[in-house]
């Protein structure tokens, strides 16, 4: 190994998806992958997961299953011409009885044209095409590639099978990695599921000839720790706010902890999370507690006067108590509700007993007449009607029976109870 130039990753890359570590999913028995090699016959497939998971090399191991000719492209680097002179090339293998797999790394690179300029060649079978992307390809993938494709979801490598690897390394290499065993499993376990970098650091400590076995706390003085994988923008972003959301939402406040500290330790905006948070609060609290929009509202406050790292208690603070709050809905139904409603009726005035009338022609057209000033009745209720006259009257806001909304109820019965009372009385 010490006298080749390639990286370790590569050399060591598996020739057949059986050395392919993980991957049960697609490569298991009844994984989409293996019943394609059983049947020597592939189709057109792409591959979502994260980086170091092993789409390269599936992708290669295809090819040699079926002995077809890999053509590897990255769509960082390539264009529409790059495209069409590989599928000139294809067709002349093809002419010939060779087969040809093309294999496109980082697909979502690539814009609607470029995307559209493989469709030909995918349906008349000039190549075989695998696509390999970290983003969400019905997100990023226009309808026309996805419909001609499989898509095969890959997973972050679990911890039992980067130790594989490493055992797979050190067979390889003919030599102990110099680390002990619990910092075996440290490297293991902060490569986060990327082969490629727990790979690549093998072959740091391999080069750099350390005198004796590092333990996990030397191991991390000797190495640059992976970046926490968690992009700011893309499905990662998203599926890390998510968990958050839900986490809250099920009231497991542990769980809503560990992901904020997830999207913060990667370096996410806290102000986009504190957004989140007071929409949170908003939405999925509510009336239930008043105090949780105050809270976030107030804690989003302190982190901007002070920053990091004064300033994240009071984040953790707030995940705490939107967590441990009551939880209701019934304000954002009774928005929708309302809203709904509105819309319908969009063309209907406010009954005229409840118009102001500043001048004589709007009083003369019944503009607050009948009105009564509530305060002053003997109940503070009047009961008069405060809908559209040719509109039954509606109810949008239904409280639960939980936290501060169980007071809430009882306050709407009261007014409800006066106002049945005050109607009765005036039909009387």
Not at 93 to 107: P, Q
Not at 131 to 142: D, H, V
Not at 349 to 369: D, F, H, S
Request: charged share 25%.
């Amino acid at each position: 190994m010490q006298n080749n130039s390639r990286p370790l990753a590569d050399l060591m890359r598996p020739n057949t998806i059986d050395e392919v570590v993980g991957q049960t999913a697609l490569l298991g028995e009844n994984g989409i992958v293996r019943r394609m090699v059983a049947a020597h016959k592939l189709s057109n497939l792409l591959l979502w997961g994260p980086p170091g998971c092993g789409k390269t090399t599936i992708a290669r191991a295809l090819a040699n299953s079926v002995d077809m000719d890999f053509v590897p492209m990255s769509a960082v680097f390539s264009g529409t011409a790059d495209i069409k002179k590989t599928m000139e090339v294809a067709r002349t293998n093809s002419a010939l009885g060779r087969g040809t797999l093309l294999f496109i790394d980082e697909i979502h690179r690539f814009n609607k044209t470029q995307q559209d300029t493989l469709l030909p060649y995918l349906e008349d079978g000039t190549v075989v095409f695998i696509g390999a992307t970290t983003e969400n390809p019905s997100f990023n993938l226009n309808n026309a590639l996805l419909s001609r494709c499989h898509i095969g979801v890959l997973e972050p490598l679990n911890t039992a099978d980067l130790m594989t690897l490493i055992e797979r390394a050190e067979k390889f290499i003919g030599k102990k990695i110099p680390l002990n065993p619990d910092a075996k499993k440290h490297l293991a376990e902060i490569s986060d599921g990327d082969a490629r970098f727990l790979l690549n650091t093998i072959e740091y400590l391999v080069n750099a000839k350390f005198k004796k076995n590092l333990g996990p706390d030397e191991l991390d003085n000797v190495i640059q720790k992976r970046a926490p994988l968690s992009d700011k923008s893309g499905d990662e972003h998203y599926n890390m706010i998510s968990a958050v959301h839900k986490s809250l939402r099920a009231s497991d406040t542990d769980a809503a902890l560990y992901w904020v500290a997830r999207m913060m330790t990667a370096g996410q905006d806290p102000m986009y999370i504190f957004r989140r948070l007071t929409r949170f609060a908003m939405e999925d609290i509510g009336l239930a507690d008043p105090n949780a929009m105050q809270m976030a509202l107030t804690a989003w406050q302190v982190y901007e006067r002070m920053g990091s790292p004064e300033g994240d208690i009071a984040m953790t603070e707030l995940v705490i108590y939107l967590g441990t709050a009551p939880k209701s809905i019934a304000a954002y139904k009774a928005q929708g509700a309302s809203y709904a409603i509105a819309k319908q009726t969009s063309n209907l005035m406010p009954p005229k007993n409840i118009l102001n009338a500043p001048t004589k022609m709007m009083k003369n057209l019944g503009y607050g007449k009948n009105y009564v000033y509530d305060p002053e009745t003997e109940s503070g209720c009047s009961g008069q009607n405060c809908f559209p006259e040719s509109m039954s009257r509606q109810s949008f806001y239904h409280p639960i029976e939980r936290g501060f909304e169980r007071e809430i109820k009882k306050r709407l019965e009261y007014w409800n109870t006066l106002r049945a009372r005050a109607n009765k009385d005036s039909e009387n």
